[in-house]
């Protein structure tokens, strides 16, 4: 079986999270990068994913929810959204509603991908983590893949 990249995206007006999963089934191994983008537009998205992209390669980006508090973020939000979606037709816009009960500390810890050098204004690299394994765990096969990733790491 080939190498699975997962990228999460965090998108954000100040900073956008990337983080890059880099899953080996054949070794029962997993890799974890991140950086921390300009946030406010899409094309640092857009650029980060064609570097970090390979032949088995699944974008999540993490979609914008109106939290009824900051109205002026809303509508720039949603244009980046719709910008990524037109320049990267194959990520997968996922909502974040249950992920923390899905994706929980615990096994962002096991995984290595709670805590980062790198900070930013809203947690956006750890949000991006978190989207990208939630969209991974979706599948069948790569939640299979993580689910032996994590069994090792336990131990098991």
């Known amino acids: 079986m080939s190498i699975i990249t997962l990228i999460g995206i965090d998108p954000g007006i100040v900073d956008t999270g990337a983080v890059t999963f880099t899953l080996?089934?054949?070794?029962?191994?997993?890799?974890?990068?991140?950086?921390?983008?300009?946030?406010?537009?899409?094309?640092?998205?857009?650029?980060y994913v064609k570097r970090k992209k390979r032949s088995m390669t699944f974008i999540f980006v993490e979609k914008y929810r109106d939290r009824g508090t900051v109205f002026n973020t809303h509508g720039t939000m949603r244009n980046i959204e719709s910008a990524v979606q037109r320049a990267l037709p194959t990520a997968v816009i996922l909502d974040n509603t249950g992920v923390?009960?899905?994706?929980?500390?615990?096994l962002m810890q096991l995984l290595g991908c709670w805590d980062f050098s790198t900070t930013t204004n809203h947690q956006d690299i750890r949000s991006a983590a978190r989207i990208?394994?939630?969209?991974?765990?979706?599948?069948?096969?790569?939640?299979?893949?993580l689910t032996q990733i994590v069994m090792k790491n336990l131990g098991k």
Do not use: W
């Open 100 to 106: 923390k009960q899905v994706v929980t500390k615990s």
């Open 132 to 145: 990208a394994l939630y969209g991974g765990l979706k599948d069948p096969v790569i939640n299979g893949f």
């Open 24 to 47: 080996d089934p054949e070794n029962t191994a997993l890799s974890v990068t991140s950086e921390k983008l300009e946030g406010g537009h899409y094309a640092p998205i857009v650029e």
